[in-house]
């Protein structure tokens, strides 16, 4: 009989309890998940009913405008594109002639221009120029709109901007309370919208005092158990779960977010527990924007996350946060330390040092939970970040795949988005695949297509779907189809798989 010691005791339990929280961890693999996209980060081509009681809601933050003068017929301009003065002389509208809102009531704004100063009048003159750097009520410009969107536009100091005849000074000194919005005018410009936002910060900021009520409602209703009951009985044995910076200070999170997405992410923890779902905690949304993208929080569309060091330090703070907060869930399946961040804009270098300081953030809470890299989208190489994940315990490469968004993709027929799915991505997805590399996630992908809408049939659907439920289920971790719900039906997987065009 062999004798086992006290100690000897101690060693083995530990060593059998770990090897069942690995088993729990990897019970997931291969992932056939969901992600709950549109739940805790807004992104409103998902859900633009959201944003339907915003007073002014075609004019949120980041939305850019055209001004013409109805005099000159010409278009506002930030000479150089900022750092100087307005002038009101361009025939045509591009970089330096957008503004971009940045919104402080349905009303009022500062104005951005494109090498990111702000609009305010001159110290020595009433002349308009683009030189503030970080804006308050010298830069609050109040837009009057009339009905066909001519507006005039009230400075900070009371009066109203004007154009004069010789076009290169734009002023703020006219007095006149009243216009009959005619082509004499000189107060008066053609408002024409350009891009619009619809993210976290545009819903919240749109709201207002609102706000808190509107994201609570949406939280507690746009997926509820029910949800997570259905996922399990539809064979799905996870979900990937977009989340903002803010969550991390919630209940109290800087302005104009609100708290409470927090306690959301813990009742999904609760529910993919009770249903046997893993949970991927994916940071959709990192301070600063890492792509400009709505769905990453941007005010504006300005890309600034990892630029400093401090900004990289917040970022894993954040990070530690969710891990300290999740690392004893049995639902804890991976956290992903960044969703999406944009090449050239994000530098390998800055990636690489947050991806490590991510990994290490999670690893002082948990050796076994997962810890995903999304790849850089954008001009970067797939295989840029696989030296870096092969040395780090359970690391995972998400890629992200879907035929849409080019010219190229928005011209192939069906056949040929089948073939591309069958040859190109899968060629793509053995590239990242590398003997003795990180396990590969796809972490992003759907079953619309590129020109699909207008001419493909159901069984079209079910063919392409098919193709890449096939190739996607290769991947040595995964896959995760975005989304469970979407007012878009094909990029929805409930309503996919619902009406028969999915079955796994
Ligand atoms: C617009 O006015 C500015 C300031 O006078 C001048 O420097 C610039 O050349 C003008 N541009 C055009 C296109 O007339
Ligand atoms: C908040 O909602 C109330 C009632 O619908 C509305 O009267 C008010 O204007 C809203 N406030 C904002 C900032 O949207
Ligand atoms: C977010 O970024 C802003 C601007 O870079 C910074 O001032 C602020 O401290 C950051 N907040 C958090 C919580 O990371
Ligand atoms: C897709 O693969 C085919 C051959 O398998 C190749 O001819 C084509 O150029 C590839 N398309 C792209 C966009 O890489």
Known sequence: MVRISHSHWLYLIIIISSCLVTLSS???????????GGWLVTEGWMTPSLFNNIPNKDMLDGTQLHLKSVTLNMYLSAEGGGDSIIVANRTSASDWETFK?????ERTFYLRVSMGQFVRISTRSSRLVAKATNPSTTEAFVIVRNSNNRVRIRAPNG????????????????????????????SVFQMELGRQFQGEF??????????TSVLRNHWSTYITEDDFRSMANDKLNAVRIPVGWWIASDPNPPKPFVGGSLQTLDNAFTWAEKYNLGVIVDLHAANGSQNGNENSGTRDGSKEWGTTDENIDQTVAVIDFLASRYAQRSGLLAIELINEPLAPGVTL??????????????????PNAYVIMSNRLGPADSTELLQLASNLDKSVIDVHYYNLYTDMFSRMTVQQHIDFVNNNRSRDLNTVMVANGPPVFVGEWSAECGGCENKATKEDY??????????????TFGWSYWAWKNVNDHWSLKWMIDNGYISL
């Open 26 to 36: 990897s019970a997931y693999l291969p992932v056939k998940a969901v992600n709950l």
């Open 101 to 105: 809102l940045w919104r402080v009531n």
């Open 159 to 186: 009066l109203f901007v004007q154009v004069s005849t010789t076009a290169d000074a734009v002023t703020a000194d006219y007095a006149e309370e009243n216009t009959n919005w005619g082509d004499n005018d000189p």
């Open 202 to 211: 545009q819903l919240t900021n749109g709201y207002g005092s609102n706000a």
């Open 349 to 366: 270098d800055s990636l690489k040092k947050y991806y490590q300081a991510g990994y290490n953030a999670v690893r002082k809470y948990t």
């Open 462 to 475: 079910q063919r392409f779907a098919q193709a890449e439920l096939n190739v996607y289920g290769g991947a």
